[in-house]
């Protein structure tokens, strides 16, 4: 009996360590414009398909960052809450200029003319959140 209800076990933890490993990325995008985040929001999808995408209003981007805890954040505006609670995070085109600003856990750079490939290439290079 003893060696059953250790087999179990064994078997919970497998199958719990798999569940997090396979877990996919999570990207929240929260554009000023609607259209925007939906046409990003839609090519990462179609791009990365092992990439879960969100979408939230501009204004909602701390509270849907705080209920999702994404591994990446798109958005027109990055927030202290997202700086300090996201391990990576874009800020596209801020005040409308042809830049992003890129942090890849702690590591920011700034990219000219960023491109869906860019994005693209920020998704897969970017890691995971801490589980909470």
Avoid at 22 to 28: E, F, I, P
Avoid at 37 to 61: I, N, W
Avoid at 85 to 96: A, C, G, R
Wanted: glycine share 6%; proline share 5%.
């Amino acid at each position: 009996m003893m060696r059953r209800g250790l087999a179990i076990s064994i078997i919970s933890l497998m199958e719990a360590s798999e569940g997090i490993k396979s877990r996919n990325k999570r990207v929240l995008i929260a554009m000023d414009l609607r259209s925007y985040c939906e046409a990003v929001a839609g090519a990462l999808q179609g791009l990365c398909p092992d990439t879960s995408v969100f979408q939230a209003e501009a204004g909602d981007l701390d509270r849907e960052t705080a209920r999702l805890r994404p591994d990446l954040v798109v958005c027109s505006r990055v927030t202290r809450l997202v700086e300090g609670l996201v391990p990576n995070w874009v800020e596209l085109y801020p005040d409308h200029g042809l830049e992003a600003i890129v942090s890849l856990c702690g590591a920011r750079s700034t990219l000219e003319g960023a491109q869906l490939s860019d994005l693209v290439s920020v998704v897969n290079r970017s890691e995971p959140a801490p589980s909470v």
